[in-house]
Structures are given as C-alpha cells and as structure tokens.
C-alpha cells in the first residue's frame, strides 16, 4: 500500500506515554485486515446481492469495481495526506468514512444506493490503508521491534482474503447479505476510539496535494471500466460506449500530462523507466485482471451452478488461499539464492496452466475438477509471483521515493483487476448471449411458466435452472479465453523484461514497504 514518502527517515512520537504497543499495533492491523477482507467478503454475497436488488450479471461487476476503482485511484493521494495532515487524523477520518459507508450498504434499498457505498467504502480505504502502514514507523522504534511489527502487519493483510471468505459465507447463510457490510461499523467505530489513546500523532510534513492527477487518473479509469461494461449490454458501436472510451482516453492522457509538470506528481513517472519494474508492473495488471475475474466468476458457478451455499463457497475457495501463501514462503526463502526470474517466470506459467484449465468450465464440471484444480494452479503461480515482483517494485528507488513505488503497485493491483474484470464482464455478456440465442427456441418451448416470467421481468434466465447453469457456465469458460490473454501477456513481460538478480533487490526491511 501506499505509503509516505518519508516512511524511513519517521521516528515515534512520544506521546504514546507508555501504552501497550500490542493494542497499538492490534488498532493499526484492524484495520488493514479490514479493508482487506472487505473485497472477498463481498465476493461470496454477490449471488444475494444480485436477487435482493435486481442486478443483471455485468451490473452486478459495478459492486466489486465501484470499491477497487476508487481504492486504487486514491491510494497514493490519501498516503500524501497522511504526510502533510498527520497520519492519525487522516487515519481515523478514513476508518470513519469506511464505517459509514459500510452503514449505507448495509441499508441500500436499490442497486444505486449500493454502488455509491462502495465507492464512498473505497474512499474511506484509500484514506486510511496507506497511513495505517506508516503509522507502525511512527509508533515503533526501528529495528527488531518495527521488524516484528511489519511482520504482524504483513500476515494480517495476507490472511485477510481467506478470512473474508469464510467471514462472508458465515455472514450470509446465517444471517443475510447486508452484514457483510454492517460488520465493519461496531469494528471503525472501536478503531476510532482507541487510535486517540494509542497511536502517536506524527509530525506534518510540507507539501501539496496533487488533486488534478488524482481526480484525471481515477475518473479516466472509471469512464474506461463503464465503457466496456456498457459494451457488454449495448454492443462495441454504440454511441455512449464509443463516448465512454473517448472522454476516458482522453482523462488519461491529461493525467499524464499533468504528471510530468507537477513538481511533486503522485505517480513519479519516471519510476516507469526501470525495465524490471516495469515489468512488474506489467505482470500485477495482468495477474490482478485474472485474479479478480476468478474471485468473481467461480464465485458464481459454485453458487449458481454447483448449487453450494455460501458458507460452503466460501470454504471452497480455501485451498487457493493456502496454495497462495505456501508458494509465497517457497518464493520468499529461495529467491535470495536463485533471484527472482525462475519465481515470475515459472509462477507465469502456472497461472496461465490455470486459467486455461478454466476455459474447460462447462455446466456438468465438477469442483474437484471445474474448480479445486484449476485455482489451486492459479493460486500457487500467484503465490510464487507476489514476493518477487513487490521486491522489484522498490528495487533501486530512493528512499523519498519507495513509499510512491510501493503504492503505484497496489494501485496498478486494484486497477489492473477493475479492468479485468470489466472486460472479462464483456466477454461474458457476449458469449451468453450467443448461447442462450442458440437455446432459445428450446427454453421457450420447454421452460416452466414461471421461468418464463422471470426471464420477462428480471431479463435474465432465473438461477438454479438447467438453461441458466448452461449459459452461465458457457459465458464463463469464454471470459476466461480473456484471462489467458492476460496471463500470457504476464508471462511475456517476465521472460523479456525482468532481468533483476538476488543482488539487485532491497533488504527486508524495504521488502516490508512494499506489502
């Protein structure tokens, strides 16, 4: 995550007047666990978020995106305000704009109010993410004690998707969609309460607000992900996708503009000129594009199709979480020996075995088959990519610099997977289409009545039914045709553009910033 600038040169404060620093560091992991887990928690619920407020499949895309957007556009911004407000204020206002955004989902009566809560959440992330990491360098001593402080830190923010899996499924089966979101209220309001008592203030820094780059990037990227969205409803050729792409294209070429003028640019843009961070960053978009579309899309089949219930899904998608961090530790403790090419590479080709094996997805797979093993190849790829590649992401930097480093890869991580999955989404809508097409005259032959009817008032098949298992499952396998793409594409950048050996990456101690 993003943090400051001056992350290295922070000492703590003193006004922490002997507190227990376990409950401070309880305070700051909290919170990390709970934007993390916020993105998978959700995931399981979707197929009730869809029945509750009538999304289609590729609106229904907008609950995960309308958070990552925001998340990943803001992130580095809301790093720089912790610097120049001081990290606490700006810690506690984003816990506290994250609780109340958490409140109005958990009360969203439609799918707009639902989508600006997420949104409002994803804001509330991107404030209080980035300064929660650095206020562990202003409230603890450098050395072993930052050391084992970075360590808990790390873990938390690891275990947080396999945690909200299972917090979600839980959640959902036993009480309801809504509190995967109300869950997080009773925990901001405890987090805000206990920040004042526990965590040191740090000092301001000088500096500005790059506003104009942070609202161009992140405006582009949301207008570029609402054109391929449309797309899949509206067709490629239709005015407002033709529009969307146009003025998205056009933000971002601003951004860039406004990038190389700014005296203190919120993405250095000269950080892009080091080839194996920049294929890094190219291997995170890609990988992150993939990885959002299996969270999404297999989360669906082993609900929809599959027929599992939450809690049950959400156990279903454990092993990828273990694949992810055993790989980590094999990554983590050989790279300093064979360097990090062998991990990206070979993780490259796991990932891109996987997603290939899910092209295969068909309405009569099984989980063992259909899911389990795809997603465990998937996830020990990623788990050998991870370490590696954020090592690289601060090779080189200048300390003033690695915070910037550090965040423009989550950033590039949430927004890669916004993308991603918006254009997997298209794919999808494209492909089921076509299916049911070719299904049509049976289903209105054969489907039961009510069927019918809710295939006229939901414009959808209903779930749970043969032809709506077939063409979910079709327009899945499709999607991850994309995903292939994606992973190939990551797989190109490793082979041809990262070079870096054991000896060019950074210490432990700034492998712990790029977390």
């Known amino acids: ?217 992140t405006l582009g990227l949301v207008t570029l992900v609402y054109g391929f969205i449309h797309a899949a409803s509206d067709g490629w050729s239709s005015t407002p996708t033709l529009a969307s792409f146009a003025v998205g294209a056009a933000l ?39 990885m959002f579309g299996i969270f999404f899309y297999v989360t669906l089949f082993v609900q929809r199709v599959l027929g599992y219930s939450p809690l049950k899904a959400g156990v279903a998608f454990l092993p990828i979480s273990v694949a992810i961090v055993i790989a980590a530790q094999i990554a983590s403790n050989l790279q300093a020996r064979f360097g990090p090419r062998p991990f990206v590479v070979g993780g490259a080709v796991l990932v891109t075995g996987g997603l290939a094996w899910l092209t295969q997805t068909t309405a009569d797979s099984s989980y063992a088959l259909g899911v389990l093993g795809p997603t465990v190849t998937f996830g020990f790829g990623m788990g050998l990519i991870f370490v590696p590649v954020m090592l690289i992401a601060v090779s080189g930097v200048a300390d003033r610099e690695t915070g910037a480093a550090s965040g423009l890869l989550n950033s590039v991580q949430q927004i890669g997977g916004s993308l991603g999955l918006s254009i997997l989404t298209t794919v999808f809508a494209n492909a089921s289409a076509d299916e049911f097409g070719r299904q049509q005259a049976d289903y209105l032959a054969n489907a039961p009545v009510e069927a019918k009817a809710f295939l006229q008032q939901n414009h959808q098949l209903m779930p749970g039914t043969r032809w709506a298992s077939e063409v979910l499952a079709y327009g899945i396998s499709h999607a991850f045709v994309v995903g292939v793409v994606f992973a190939a594409v990551a797989l190109l950048a490793a082979v041809f553009l990262i070079r870096a050996k054991a000896s060019d990456l950074p210490t432990e101690g700034a492998a712990g910033m790029a977390l």
């Open 252 to 290: 971002l070429a601003a951004f860039v503009v406004i990038e190389r003028r700014t005296a203190r640019p919120i993405t250095p843009l000269h950080l892009f000129r080091d080839r194996n961070r920049t294929g890094g960053l190219v291997m995170m978009l890609c990988l992150a594009a993939a």
């Open 1 to 217: 995550m993003a943090v400051s600038d001056t992350l290295s040169k922070s000492a703590p404060a003193r006004a922490g007047r002997g507190r227990r620093k376990g409950i401070t560091l309880t305070v700051i992991a909290a919170t990390q666990l709970m934007v993390v887990l916020d993105a998978t928690i959700v995931n399981i619920a979707l197929p009730h978020i869809q029945d509750a407020l009538k999304f289609s499949t590729t609106n229904l895309s907008w609950v995960i995106n309308a958070y990552t957007l925001t998340f990943g556009g803001l992130l580095l911004l809301g790093g720089r305000a912790g610097d120049i407000l001081g990290r606490r204020r700006v810690f506690i206002t984003g816990v506290l704009l994250f609780g109340l955004a958490s409140l109005l989902g958990g009360f969203a009566q439609d799918g707009t109010m639902l989508l600006a809560s997420r949104a409002l959440q994803g804001i509330g992330g991107a404030i209080c993410s980035p300064t929660a990491f650095a206020l562990i360098a202003t409230n603890f001593e450098e050395g072993p004690e930052r050391n084992r402080a970075f360590g808990v830190f790390s873990a938390v923010a690891g275990s947080g998707a396999a945690i909200g899996l299972l917090a979600g499924g839980v959640l959902t089966e036993y009480l309801n969609w809504r509190w995967v979101f109300f869950v997080n209220v009773p925990i901001a309001v405890l987090i805000a309460v206990l920040a004042p008592m526990y965590i040191n203030e740090s000092e301001r820094q000088e500096g500005t607000f790059d506003l104009p780059g942070a609202l161009t990037s």
